[in-house]
Structure formats: structure tokens, C-alpha cells
């Protein structure tokens, strides 16, 4: 079952046979386009196929075994994949479901091919994902002959309104390959020339404005009515949306988007870093994992006007004294960012009292917020509260033992939702993708500048910038070595900081805008 080819070879291959191809195309709705894919093609290429459909059966396998997601039939969106989902439930020995786009008119009248039973799971396969309408009307139908959808494997995903469209129903996607992917790979390989990256990235970035000014257009919000008052409303001026579910499966409302934006910024520290985030036009958390005072001190005296926080470790600075609370205060204050104690606090909350108290580091009197283990989060946040001192969630390390990871992502994440929903985490440290939880502030570690710095770090640990806040939805990154261990520091964070805000203005005008009459 397991493929032979890396994701990289497999990608190769694809453009080795024109699956992807990089020029100037009108796409079907007469936007234009500096890229295509055709998956169709896969169909005369035997090897290819093959080798195509056993890494995916592998990927399937791989997330059955590590209980990401659990189905009972495999189905593909009508009618490009049908082909597809028969050679994988072949090789997944799964059960396989045929949907029609409509009801046959004679014989025994299914729209839905194959013996099965309501409340069962299906896994939807869908090749190109661009509006998600497709996947929309397939899952309508299951649901409507008592099937279950919450997952969908795509072969590639556009980054466009689709995505945004699953992620708000509860459908979670697992692409393939995406179109930020494809950039960040063509860029490196010197297959496309720079002029064509460029071309590229500048529609990847459209691409993403226009997805994001999706939830505050009412055109695009309203799109969707109850069944049986099905109509096509323009989007775009080119192309419309087809209503296709009942009102109370939607999720996406101006109310709710509304309503995470104001328990996000329903806390003062949310509140005040968002503000700094703004004025200074960054979103860089500066981790400054310097042992000596006397070192780090020019190093944040140099950064401090490209950075919204440092994060610190004051008991691993040796020469720790009263004298670098009054300095590192003086430096917050000048340059305008706020303080982070990366304590991890793990114990009973009157030991943590004393831990933020009494030793020689007097956290309580200079930190603005310090990091508390998701373990026992919530018995300890009145207690650092009632130190002005704001606690931050700890909710992924993505520290592995043996192999096993120390902290559940999936239990973490609903856990997440449901504390969240209920306003009692205002903000978190996350590393890996957490595209719900949307009103929640998240500070991402594991970040470089780009994807050249991608070279020199572990490809599961880290990430760009632009993949940290875009692809990951994260608000803050937090960047440490890849800066301070650069020659010229200074320009390196002022670079970071440059990104930072260029993809947190392009994400997040809503926190931007809170408060005023527009949002």
C-alpha cells in the first residue's frame, strides 16, 4: 500500500506530466489565472496513477491508525473522482458509495449507489477544491439519506473561499497538496522562472484577501437559505453559490464572527497586545533564550521598536537582579512591547503563587503574562490573575516521547472550542494548525522568517511566517534563534516584524477594526 515516493518526488512527477501547469490561463469563471491543474490526465499515466493513489491510500491509512478521523465508506464528489475512489477502496479494501449529482428517473430511482446504513460515516474525495460547492451539494445528499460527513481528502486545495466554507461546517480538510504548497516548492526548485513565482504569490495573496472579506460581505453570507428555496446568488460577479443546506446546519453568520472577535478582545492584555500589534505595525514575539542579562540587554535595546512582547526565561539568566527588572521595564516601556515569562507554571496554584513571588526573579512585579500548562490551566488562572499578571495557555509543546505525543492535538482542540465558547481561555501557545477556536488570541513558536530559513530547521517543527499566521491562523509568531543568532540581528527582526504584519493585516481587519462602526 505504502508508496515508494516521497510527497516532493510525487510532486515532480505531477509537473513532470503537465498535472500542473504554470501559465497565464482564464479559468472557467473568466478570472485569470497564472496556474492550472488537471487531475484528469492522471487517467493515461498508468505508473503515475498508481503511485499517485498508494500514497494517498497510505495517508488515509496513517490517519485511520492515529484515530484522526474513522469512516465506514469512501465516496467521491461527482463525477471527475469516481474513478479515484474505486482504485482507493480497492486498495483500502474500504466500502465504496457512488453519489449522482441527481436522482435517476428510472429503475430503482437512488441518487446514492451501494448498500448502506443510516448514521454511518463516509470519507468524501474531491480533486481541486476552489468554491467547495461541489463538496457541499455531495454532502447534502448523504446527510439527507442519514449519512455522516466531517471529513473530506483533497488531491489539491486553491486556499480560496472553499476552505473557508468547510472549516466554518465542521468538515475538516486534508489536502494533498495546496496552493501555498505548490508556491513554496516551485520557488525552490528553479523549475518556474522568479517572474512566474512572483506572479504566483501575488495571486495566492489576492486570493486570500478575497476569501477573508468573505464573512463581512452579506452578499456572499446570505447565499445560503433553507431547502427548498434554492437559488444561485453572484459572487464575484461570475459565478454564484447554490443554497444547499438547512439554516441551522450554517455556521457562518456575521453574528458569530462578530461575537469571537468580541470575546477576543474581551480581555485587557488581548486587548492591549492587539493595540501595540497595530501602532507598531508588528506581530513578533521576540524569544530571547539568553543565559546573561549584560547580553541580552543591547540585543533588546537594538530590536525593540520591530517587536510587540519578548518572551523571556528569567531563572536562566545568571545575572538576574533588581537592577534588570528596572532596566527591562524602562525597555518595554520606550519601545512598547509587553513581557512574557515562559514559566510553564505545572503546579497547585499556591506553589505557583510562590514561584511568581517570592524568588529572587519577582515575576509578579515587571511580567505582563506568564505561561501556564494546559494540564491545570484553568485551577490556576484566578490565582495568577490576582497578581496582574495575565496567564497564557500552554496547549501544545510538540514535544514527542518514545514517539508518543505528550498532549493529545484532537482532545486538546475541543477542549479548546468548548473552554473558549465560554470565555475562559483568552489566549494560548500553539504550534500546530488550530483554524477553529477563532476567538481565542494565538501566539505560534516554531517559526522562521522564510522558506530559505526552512533549510537550516526541522520541516515538522517549523514554519514560515506567512504559513504561521495564513495557513495556521495564528495571530502572533514567536521567533528566537532564527533572529538572534543571525549576524546582522537587528535587520533580520526588522524584516520578521515586515512580514508579521503584512499577513496579519491581510488575516485579521476584524481585530483591527474592533470597536469601530465597519466591524
Known sequence: MSSNLSKTALLKKLYDHNIFVFKDIVLKSGKKSPYYCDFRK???????????????????????????????????????????????ATILGKKQLIC??????????????????????VLLIEDV???????????????????NVTDIMVFFDRNQEGELLLEHLDINIHPIYSFEELINHMDGSQLVDKHHIESLRFNFDINQKDRNNKLDDDKWLNVFTPVGTRKTVGVDGNSGLTNL????????????????????????????????VKDKQTALCLSLDIPLWKV??????????????????????????????VELKALAKEHNFMLLEDAKLID????????????????????????????????????IESLDIHPICVTDMNTVNDGVELLNYNTVRDQLIEVGDKNKVHSIIHQKALKKCNNILKLSPGVVENEEDMKFVDNDRYRTI?????RDRNHVVIIGSNIVDDEDYEHKCKNCATKSWHYFDMMYKNLLEFGNEEC
Open 42 to 88: 492522471l487517467l493515461t499515466f498508468p505508473e503515475l496513477y498508481n503511485d499517485f493513489l498508494n500514497y494517498i491510500a497510505s495517508l488515509i491509512k496513517k490517519r485511520e491508525e492515529k484515530e484522526i478521523f474513522k469512516f465506514d465508506y469512501i465516496c467521491g464528489v461527482p463525477m471527475g473522482t469516481i474513478p479515484y475512489v474505486a482504485s482507493l
Open 100 to 121: 449522482r449529482e441527481t436522482k435517476k428517473t428510472y429503475g430503482m430511482k437512488r441518487q446514492i449507489e451501494g448498500e448502506y446504513e443510516p448514521g454511518e460515516s
Open 129 to 147: 477544491l476552489t468554491t467547495g460547492t461541489s463538496v457541499l451539494e455531495t454532502r447534502e445528499t448523504l446527510l439527507n439519506n442519514g449519512l
Open 245 to 276: 443546506v438547512n439554516e441551522n446546519k450554517i455556521r457562518i453568520r456575521k453574528e458569530k464572527s462578530l461575537k469571537d472577535t468580541t470575546l477576543l478582545m474581551n480581555n485587557s492584555f488581548n486587548k492591549k497586545l492587539i493595540g501595540i
Open 296 to 325: 541580552a540587554k543591547p540585543i533588546l535595546e537594538k530590536v525593540g521598536p520591530y517587536i510587540c512582547m519578548v518572551k523571556l526565561h528569567c531563572d536562566l539568566i545568571a545575572d538576574w537582579n533588581n537592577d534588570t527588572v
Open 348 to 383: 497547585v496554584p499556591h506553589i505557583n503563587r510562590l514561584k511568581l513571588t517570592l524568588t529572587k526573579h519577582t515575576v509578579n512585579t515587571w511580567a505582563d503574562a506568564v505561561t501556564v500548562h494546559w494540564s491545570n490551566y484553568l485551577d490556576n488562572k484566578s490565582e
Open 466 to 470: 506567512e504559513n504561521a499566521i495564513v
